[in-house]
């Protein structure tokens, strides 16, 4: 940490605002565990609402194959020193995707925007790698595959399991299972979601909820 230096302004002594910050402990929404994820420092409780964190999926599972994605989660609540916050998205690394596509392959995009069981709007962007170059309507048949499998889960899943099917596999291991059948396929990668609206849950009453687990994990 640098610490600045403080200006003097006419013959006194500026006050070092710095000194008057906080730390405040970012912790994951309790159905996501309640982790600690990382600090944020302000001179006010409010200030910190609705910044976001970002985190390696691997510190966050322990799993060093999870290094390529990125995770965000962003501050809806605090209480004390302790800030909560929402997953509100993934990304996976450019450097990642790029070592992924390789020549005489074909790549399929879908980007679905889906609804889950309890009510929150996520947006999906999902990719298969062939094993050998598809014709143009082998492509669109597994587009069409990969579209109906993303919504059939959002369907079934609430927010967070969702979540953890686009995450730790069991989404890209269906459409890989269910793709092959059509054409040989190299890979599915799930790149990249957004959480575009919040479900029935994200309530005041919810927050304060939320507070409290944190509160009971310190």
Known sequence: MVKMKAR???GRKAKDTWKTKVWYNIHTAPEFGGVLIGQTPASDPSLVIGRVAEVSLRDLTNDPTKHMIRVYFKIYGVSGTNAVSQFIGHNTTREYLKSQIRRRRSRIDAIVDVR???GYKVRVKAMTLTAVRARANQKTQIRKKMI????????EKTF???VQAMLM???ASNIYGECKKIFPMKSVIIYKSEVLE???????GYVEEAKEEVETVE
């Open 198 to 204: 919040f479900g029935k849950k994200e309530t005041e």
């Open 160 to 162: 967070p399991e969702y």
């Open 116 to 118: 889950t069981k309890d």
């Open 148 to 155: 109906e499998i993303i919504k059939a889960m959002s369907k």
């Open 169 to 171: 596999g069991e989404m």
């Open 8 to 10: 003097t302004v006419k």
